[in-house]
C-alpha cells in the first residue's frame, strides 16, 4: 500500500480469493483493504501510539443521525463518560481533501457536537478545534494528545 505522512506500523495482512483484507484491532475482524481503510487504520494507530489515545474510547465505522437519516462517521473519539470530543473523516490518498469532505463532517458534528474535527487522506492532515461559546473554529497545526482534547 501508499506511503502516507504518518509513522510506518506493523499491521496483520491476509489476501482471499484475491482480496486483501487488514486486521481492525478495535473492531476485532479482518475488513477489506481499501486506499481509505489503508488511512483509517494507520491513522488510528497512530492516535494509539503517538498521541496517546485510549482504545477503548474509540469507535469505527460509529453511527450518527443526519437528518433522521442512518450515517456512519469513520471514527468517533469518546471521553471516558461516554461523550463524543472527536469525529474523524477519512479519504483514500488520491482523494484530495475538499470543501465537500469538510461538509460532510460538519454535518456529522451538527448531531455529535464534538470538540475536534479530523479529516486525513493520509497524506494532507486537517484539525479545527471548534468553539461553541462564540460559535467559531481554527485550524490547529498539531493533531492533540488525548489528555488534550479533554482540556
Given amino acids: 500500500m501508499q506511503k502516507l505522512n504518518l509513522p510506518k506500523y506493523s499491521f496483520r495482512i491476509k489476501t482471499s480469493e484475491g482480496r486483501s483484507f487488514i486486521f481492525d484491532s478495535l473492531r476485532k475482524k479482518f475488513i477489506r483493504l481499501t486506499p481509505e481503510e489503508w488511512v483509517r487504520q ?30 456512519r462517521a469513520d471514527m468517533i473519539v469518546f471521553d471516558r463518560s461516554g461523550i463524543p470530543v472527536l469525529v474523524a473523516e477519512f479519504k483514500a490518498p488520491e482523494v ?56
Avoid: W
Avoid at 469532505?101 to 484539525?127: A, E, P
Fill in 42 to 71: 494507520n491513522f488510528i494507530q497512530f492516535l494509539i501510539i503517538e498521541k496517546k489515545y485510549p482504545v477503548s474510547l474509540i469507535a469505527v465505522e460509529a453511527g450518527v443521525k443526519v437528518n433522521n437519516n442512518p450515517q
Fill in 96 to 151: 484530495k481533501i475538499s470543501q465537500q469532505t469538510f461538509d460532510q463532517i460538519v454535518r456529522y458534528n451538527m448531531q455529535l457536537k464534538v470538540k475536534f474535527l479530523i479529516v486525513s487522506n493520509g497524506l494532507d492532515h486537517f484539525c479545527c478545534s471548534i468553539n461553541y461559546v462564540d460559535n467559531s473554529y481554527a485550524f490547529i497545526a498539531e493533531i492533540p494528545t488525548f489528555t488534550l482534547i479533554l482540556a
